[in-house]
């Protein structure tokens, strides 16, 4: 570093910046102006004086070049992301902290692969960082071409430590909400046909007012991994900027050569009384699944068909996030909970006919009364009302047993054939005839009343649904029935159902 001296120099709001310690000036460089280079004074000081914690940061008022001894939080890797055209650079993204505060940074080539190879909980001095506002009070840092970073050994980092929070808040902007944020969210309440034909939408064309969606009434029909080599495997190793998974030469198209690192997410097939419909489940909600439903170890190939088996019988709601990608290109959909939809405290939503709702959905599972439905003359399961015929996935059916098990074992065949005497729920009736039961779940007593409420208000809705013709494809248009829709939104919170068949009593 040299020290130097500037005459005939102007000071104003314009033109290049220099930065004398902790504050930036700009300075006009013109013809008239001398620079002299100082002779060298050992006196002198060539570094920044330190910011004593992250938190000071938030007294700078613009950017600025800084220095400061801090503790890597969160250790990062080596990416090259594109940074024009045909051109990439070398870049690595930590997170640093002191005391309970922290923020971003990120080293650039020369100082990537430095850093990349930093550990948590060690304590480096960086010098020359450029911290940058990014407004409402939130700060990162970002090394330049004369910036550099010392490792602390001793007491100096042991102090620093010591000092260490175990819950670090970040100063830094966040361009993902976390999952606790979602669910806050106010949601519209639509069906899977709903969000299929959100998803489809064309951005240029902008999405509906609602960024969340609640779907009630659904069931999980099959799970699978994303892994291309393992279907059954819960996290594949995918590009540490986009998630797409890397091939054998860890090269992402997009962000070049990276290290990769575990992604988590499951491909799960809902179906809900209007439709059937694939979506993409990722890491904070599959891992609250997971611990929903008893499933311990997420690494272990079992984990993916424990947890089918376990939701496979289970009525739930869904909740999506939605909207338009950052690239403007395309609609993004994140479902973030997946959780059952009544236990003993109430109901979260419940299905309920949406006249908006009028695309035509593949075949889902529906809540029926026993009467309702049979098999047509190609072996469909359908349900009936007066003259209309509707064609289903399967039953969605509520009884309740009226004497004990009557089981039978098969001759020459490896089974047992268990007979059930049951009474619908719906109609009071006693069920007659051979039912090809597919999954079953006892519903615990303390949940029997209000889940039997939601049953019989549902199939009713079911019928009412019926009823309406359905004669619109999934459209890639905004429609007006979704935009009123969507501006109807409610908080997150279980409802009590007073009446079982009076939706708006809820």
């Given at each position: 570093?040299?020290?130097v001296?500037?005459t005939?120099?102007?000071l ?7 930065v004398y310690?902790d504050?930036?000036?700009?300075m006009?460089?013109?013809v008239?102006?001398?620079?002299t280079?100082c002779e060298?004074?050992?006196s ?9 914690e ?6 700078v ?12 939080n ?7 992301p ?16 002191t ?5 971003s940074?990120a ?13 948590v909980g ?5 010098d ?12 990162k840092i ?8 010392r490792?602390q050994?001793?007491?100096?980092a042991?102090?620093v ?9 970040s100063?830094?902007a966040?361009y993902?909400?976390?999952r606790a ?12 046909s709903t969000?299929?034909h ?5 951005a ?10 609640m779907?009630?009434?659904v069931?999980?029909k ?10 059954l ?13 890397l091939p054998d ?7 070049g ?7 988590y997410?499951?491909?799960?097939l809902?179906a809900?009384p ?16 997971c611990q929903e ?27 999506a ?16 909970d ?9 109901a979260q939503?419940i ?9 035509v ?7 029926a009364?026993c ?35 009557k089981?039978e074992?098969?001759?020459?065949i490896?089974g047992?054939n268990?007979k059930l ?5 719906k109609c ?5 005839g ?9 519903i615990p ?7 039997a ?5 549902q199939?009713e809705q079911?019928?009412m ?7 619109q494809?999934m459209s890639?248009?905004r429609?007006t029935?979704?935009?009123?829709l ?11 159902i ?9």
């Open positions: 570093d040299k020290i001296s500037f005939n120099s102007r104003q709001g314009k033109g290049r910046t220099l310690f504050s930036d000036v700009k006009c460089l013109d008239a102006t001398k620079m280079v060298e004074d050992a002198y000081p060539t570094e920044l004086p330190l910011l004593p992250v938190k000071d940061a938030a007294a008022s613009g950017a600025c070049m800084i220095s400061m001894v801090v503790a890597v969160v250790a990062g890797e080596v990416t090259e594109t940074i024009g055209p045909g051109v990439t650079k070398k870049l690595c993204n930590l997170k640093v902290a005391g309970n505060e922290g923020m940074a080293f650039w080539e020369p100082m990537a692969s430095q850093m990349a190879q930093a550990s060690e304590v480096f001095r960086l020359w960082m450029t911290l940058v506002p990014e407004g409402n009070g939130m700060f970002s090394s330049a071409a004369h910036s550099t970073s490792l050994t001793g007491d100096a042991d102090s430590r010591s000092a260490l929070a175990t819950d670090v808040e100063m830094s966040t993902g909400r976390s944020e979602k669910l806050k969210e106010l949601f519209t309440q639509g069906s899977l969000l299929d959100i998803q489809r939408l064309n240029q064309e902008g999405g509906y007012a609602a960024k969340c969606i779907i009630p009434a069931f999980v099959d799970i699978r991994g994303m892994s291309v080599e393992n279907s495997a819960t996290s594949y190793l995918g590009c540490t900027q986009c998630k797409k998974q030469s860890m090269h992402c198209e997009t962000h050569v990276n290290n990769g690192k575990k992604v997410g499951a491909q799960i809902f809900d209007c439709h059937k419909l694939e979506v993409a489940v990722w890491e904070d909600c599959l891992k609250a699944m439903f008893g499933v311990d170890d997420m690494d272990d190939e079992s984990a993916l068909p424990n947890l089918l088996v376990a939701l496979r019988a289970q009525e739930m709601c869904i909740r996030s939605l909207g338009i990608n950052k690239s403007g290109t395309s609609m993004y959909l994140d479902v973030f997946v959780r059952p939809q009544v236990n003993d405290a109430g939503a299905f309920k006919h949406l006249p908006n709702d009028t695309f959905g593949a075949p889902g599972i529906v809540p009364c009467k309702l439905f049979a098999s047509n003359s190609l072996g469909q399961t359908v349900v009936t009302v007066d003259a209309l015929e509707h064609v289903v996935d399967s039953i969605h059916l509520v009884c309740k047993t009226t004497d004990k098990p089981m074992v098969l001759p020459d490896d047992i268990v005497t049951a009474q619908c729920m009071n009736c006693r069920l007659n051979a039912l090809q039961v597919a999954h079953r779940r006892i007593e303390a949940e029997a009343q209000i889940f409420k939601s049953y019989k208000y199939a079911f019928v649904h019926m009823k309406i013709p359905r004669s494809e890639k248009e429609t029935d979704i935009e009123e969507c501006l109807s939104q409610r908080t997150p919170k279980r409802l009590k007073a009446h079982t068949l009076d939706g708006d009593a809820l």
